[in-house]
């Protein structure tokens, strides 16, 4: 009996721990990120944009080209995860890498700009973004599959229509690039160094793979 004693209490043990690092680690993809947005556009034709992006200044959110490029005006529409509405204009965009980077009227109620990190080969990666309406977070690695500087894939994660300019993230949540498109494979994005650098000063144009843009 008391060697059924200790394999009960092993087990009970081992299940809570399992249980306690499952609350751990799914509760960083329940919710979006306070910095991941939705970014609605007027468009010159009769339907209009809507897209994700990324709180990375104080007053600048990084998106898509491809999200803003048909749109009526330089002025668009950021929505925050707490529902804070706040009218932003187009300042900066560049087609290839497909980023747009754009500038808040005012900066939000208690929410602070997204820490970033550095590239990790081979580390975990999470996609972050609003598809049709509906937020979601999918989880993948980074490929070694390389495109030149400017282009990178997170693979096991595949974006969908409306998730274009939302955030990659690492483990801590730390911003590590704005994804643009996809394939069967996974999800390409621009790393935050390079969108860091093209919200001051255009880059060059790298040659890039052809996906499905979203």
Request: charged share 25%; net charge positive; with cysteine.
């Amino acid at each position: 009996m008391k060697n059924y004693k200790n394999e009960l209490t092993t087990t009970v043990t081992f299940a809570l721990l399992c249980l306690m690092t499952a609350l751990t680690f799914g509760s960083e993809n329940d919710q979006p990120k306070p910095q991941c947005v939705r970014v609605y556009v007027e468009d010159r034709g009769p339907t209009n944009s809507a897209g994700s992006g990324t709180y990375i200044t104080p007053l600048l959110i990084a998106t898509c080209n491809h999200v803003v490029s048909d749109r009526k005006e330089d002025r668009c529409e950021v929505v925050f995860p707490n529902q804070e509405r706040i009218q932003a204009s187009v300042i900066k965009t560049s087609k290839s890498p497909d980023v747009a980077i754009l500038k808040l009227d005012r900066a939000p109620k208690g929410v602070k700009p997204i820490a970033s990190a550095s590239l990790v080969e081979g580390q975990a990666l999470e996609i972050q973004g609003y598809g049709k309406g509906d937020w979601k977070s999918q989880s993948g690695t980074l490929s070694d599959t390389k495109y030149g500087d400017g282009v990178r894939e997170v693979s096991g994660a595949r974006a969908r229509s409306g998730d274009s300019g939302g955030p990659v993230l690492d483990k801590q949540g730390s911003y590590i690039g704005t994804l643009w498109g996809s394939n069967k494979a996974g999800t390409y994005f621009t790393p935050a160094k390079l969108v860091f650098k093209i919200a001051e000063i255009e880059a060059d144009k790298p040659h890039y793979p052809q996906p499905i843009l979203y």
